[in-house]
């Protein structure tokens, strides 16, 4: 399945450390991992939201990346306001898990400044 997920400068960095291979650990304060299914929505996140967060360096980057249909099997989709803004809810100590049913390398689609 493809998948989009709205990063920061900093966590776009680490994602290039890796050869954009992987997403890195959560941070002790994000519970989930949180990949979208529709491009729009990672769009309006990286657009509206990281691009006005110091944390995420006043930079917005849309990621695309394919994942293993089975693995995501294990989780519910998410809806979180709108129909179309849906997420998988990954628990933040999954992350080696995930990045090993990611198939080919992870894309950036789009920045935002």
Same mark, same amino acid.
Not at 15 to 36: C, T
Not at 97 to 103: G, S, V
């Given at each position: 399945?493809?998948?989009?997920?709205?990063? @920061?400068?900093?966590?776009?960095?680490?994602?290039?450390? +890796? *050869?954009?291979?992987?997403?890195?650990?959560?941070?002790?304060?994000?519970?989930?991992?949180?990949?979208?299914?529709?491009?729009?929505?990672?769009?309006?996140? $990286?657009?509206?939201?990281?691009?006005?967060?110091?944390? +995420? *360096?006043?930079?917005?980057?849309?990621?695309?990346?394919?994942?293993?249909?089975?693995?995501?099997?294990?989780?519910?989709?998410?809806?979180? @306001?709108? +129909?179309?803004?849906?997420?998988?809810?990954?628990?933040?100590?999954?992350? $080696?898990?995930?990045?090993?049913?990611?198939? @080919?390398?992870?894309?950036?689609?789009?920045?935002?400044?």
């Amino acid at each position: 399945m493809k998948l989009y997920r709205p990063v @920061g400068q900093k966590e776009f960095d680490l994602i290039a450390e +890796s *050869g954009y291979k992987e997403f890195p650990p959560r941070l002790k304060w994000q519970p989930i991992f949180y990949p979208v299914l529709d491009k729009a929505y990672a769009r309006q996140i $990286a657009s509206e939201w990281n691009v006005k967060d110091e944390f +995420s *360096g006043y930079v917005g980057y849309v990621l695309e990346f394919e994942v293993d249909d089975e693995y995501l099997k294990r989780y519910d989709i998410q809806t979180v @306001g709108a +129909s179309h803004h849906q997420e998988y809810w990954i628990p933040a100590e999954k992350p $080696a898990e995930f990045n090993r049913h990611i198939i @080919g390398l992870i894309k950036t689609v789009e920045k935002f400044v």
